[in-house]
């Protein structure tokens, strides 16, 4: 419990819709295509994981994946996933029909 409560420190109010991916644990993200690209929300999970603003977070996430590839494949309303390495971390993405998913960062 300790790390969910780490984690609701550093994303803020957990029931407020704002601007970052929502913690349901420690590691995954809840996300919607819809808010914001993936990218963004991919950098944001990795920043609230290991406690550090996104600013901070050095590694460009296109060295890694193509950021617009990544919104790109799951536009259409498909559902599927898709793991990647970034900045020492396993990404998996888990898209469902609905536009809605999870991050996860291992």
């Known amino acids: 419990m300790k790390a969910q409560n780490e ?3 550093i994303m803020g109010d957990l029931s407020d819709s704002s601007d970052r991916a929502i913690a349901e644990s420690a590691t995954t993200f809840r996300f919607d295509r819809e808010s914001r690209p993936l990218g963004v929300q991919v950098i944001e999970a990795v920043g609230a994981t290991t ?3 996104e600013t901070e977070i050095t ?3 296109y060295k890694s994946v193509d950021p617009e590839a990544l919104d790109t494949l799951f536009a259409t ?3 599927g996933s898709v793991a990647f390495s970034f900045d020492g971390h396993q990404i998996t993405i888990e898209v469902k ?3 809605t998913g999870t991050i996860t960062v291992d």
């Open 7 to 9: 984690t609701e420190a």
């Open 59 to 61: 590694a460009p996430l």
């Open 97 to 99: 029909s609905d536009g």
């Open 77 to 79: 309303g498909g559902n």
């Open 51 to 53: 406690g550090l603003d």
